[in-house]
């Protein structure tokens, strides 16, 4: 259903709450903002008061749009890529009539009045911009600010629905369909529960695109377990659920670094080989799941991330991936040379494509948590869990049992010894530093691992899933209470030389009984 958008203030005849009514533009994932001062309505409710002129649209929904054929979306996305020289024609032109209306004002009161004219005219035509300016600009950046996205206030939106067991898993509700209570749903920032009836309800902000549930345990989703959110203000998503046997002995695999590209599709086949053979539960890969988005620009990005996309579809069981630093889109501009208002940049591209860079499900009694340890600074990414995530990841823990394991799985790791086999690289596109806010710490490890690690704590923690470096690595450091073990998986994408060793490709195939999970067993990908 398409925004009904009205205002009413300044330019009404009766002042404020009167008057002027107007709907904007029927457009389901618009942000508006209106005349100074106005009175905003969505949908018939008070959303606000604005505070400058202008239209801003989501990028990453306009580009969505228009890949489903909206015509509207398509003239927006044209304008938005044209629009400096839009900005440029209407600055001429506001320039060409200020100075016609001058010359005319002048001429007449000249006629009028005599020398005494040309007085009267400069008092009349600055009277009569500074009005302008006063009404549709004031007090934004004139009329940059009709171009300027993402700069308003996002309005809030109501999420809302319900989680049921789908018996038919035709993916709609029937009458005898039971509820699901107690299932964790999340917009990667709030995280809420469903209640006895099923029923869930959660707000946010239009820039949250995404919201999913956390598979509780006895249960697969039907259909994905995530969707992607429009802004408009009130949203329905339900999420249909189907029963399976609740297990105490299964198996999982670990894989990292498929790099995906024409060259090497052989290699993520073979890992598929690997699952069909093995039969594990669930597959995680930790990231760089595409050959490069860093550095292309984005007809090649597309590519490898279209190319992942054909590959993993239909695989042989549940898959679950997260980013790594390759999946980044045009971070490193003097080499991409895309625009950072481009509506996939940096980690809208994996949105758009992979939904949620975080998230968690639980099966087999543990909890296993997707985290993005890819972070950016201007052109060059690093290891970090940024702040938002770390509130999401406090939330989404304290909504698991105290005693129930955790395992998380991520690109960057937490711990690893292979940046100090490799040595101190200073130089390069990826050197062993970086310095951010003043503040310089070692690049290919979490820099906040600290405070990541306490949340994680808070409960068993027997395992940290990692990939980046390319080689099998297992670390354990004794420490009192529980235990927690280091492991990175070796490339997919082929083996790596390091201080005279050749690492060779491979997975991790790991075995669980009652929650406890062994050391794992390499499989080489040969």
Do not use: C
Request: charged residues 20%.
């Amino acid at each position: 259903m398409a925004d009904k958008l009205a205002i009413s203030g300044m330019l009404g005849k009766g002042g404020p709450g009167t008057g002027l009514r107007t709907k904007f533009m029927d457009f389901p994932s618009a942000v508006y903002s209106m005349h100074p001062y106005d009175k905003v309505t969505r949908n018939g409710k008070t959303i606000g008061i604005s505070t400058w002129v202008g239209y801003s649209a989501n990028e990453g929904r306009m580009l969505t749009l228009e890949q489903k054929g909206d015509k509207r979306a398509r003239i927006v996305n044209q304008v938005r890529a044209k629009k400096e020289k839009m900005i440029g024609a209407l600055l001429l032109g506001n320039n060409l009539v200020n100075i016609s209306a001058s010359a005319l004002a002048t001429n007449v009161l000249i006629t009028l009045f005599g020398d005494a004219g040309v007085v009267y005219a400069t008092i009349v035509m600055t009277a009569f911009i500074l009005i302008f300016l006063i009404l549709f600009a004031f007090p934004g950046p004139g009329l940059l600010a009709v171009f300027a996205v993402e700069q308003g206030a996002l309005p809030e939106i109501r999420i809302r629905g319900t989680v049921y067991l789908d018996q038919n898993e035709n993916g709609r509700r029937e009458p005898s369909e039971p509820a699901v209570n107690a299932a964790v749903l999340s917009n990667q920032s709030e995280v809420v529960l469903s209640d006895e009836k099923g029923e869930y309800s959660l707000t946010g902000s239009a820039e949250q695109q995404i919201i999913f549930i956390s598979v509780p345990d006895g249960h697969a989703p039907v259909g994905p377990f995530w969707r992607q959110l429009t802004s408009e203000s009130d949203q329905v998503v339900d999420f249909p659920l189907k029963k399976r046997a609740t297990v105490t002995e299964f198996e999982f695999i670990h894989a990292s670094d498929t790099h995906i590209q024409e060259d090497s599709i052989k290699r993520t086949r073979k890992l598929r080989e690997v699952v069909k053979t093995t039969k594990p539960a669930f597959v995680l890969i930790t990231g760089d799941l595409v050959h490069d988005a860093l550095r292309v620009k984005e007809e090649e990005a597309r590519k490898y991330y279209d190319l992942f996309q054909r590959e993993t579809k239909d695989w042989p069981t549940p898959l679950y991936t997260v980013p790594g630093n390759h999946e980044i889109f045009g971070i490193e501009r003097h080499l991409s040379l895309v625009d950072p208002k481009h509506p996939l940049y940096g980690k809208k591209m994996y949105l758009h494509y992979f939904g949620p860079n975080y998230y968690s499900f639980t099966y087999g009694g543990i909890h296993f948590v997707g985290l993005d340890s890819v972070d950016y600074d201007d052109l060059w990414y690093y290891g970090h869990i940024d702040a938002k995530q770390l509130e999401w990841l406090k939330k989404d823990i304290a909504a698991t049992p105290s005693d129930q394991p955790v395992v998380s799985f991520n690109h960057i790791p937490f711990a690893t010894a292979a940046e100090f086999l490799s040595g101190f690289m200073d130089t390069g596109t990826a050197p062993t530093l970086i310095t951010v806010n003043g503040k310089t710490t070692f690049r290919h490890v979490v820099s906040n691992a600290e405070e990541v690690l306490t949340e994680l704590r808070k409960r068993p923690f027997p395992l940290a899933l990692g990939g980046h470096m390319h080689l099998r690595e297992a670390l354990e450091y004794e420490t009192d209470g529980n235990k927690t073990r280091f492991h990175q998986a070796a490339a997919v994408l082929g083996p790596r030389s390091i201080a005279g060793f050749k690492t060779p490709s491979g997975v991790t195939l790991y075995k669980v009984r009652n929650k406890v999970i062994d050391d794992g067993t390499f499989i080489p990908l040969n």
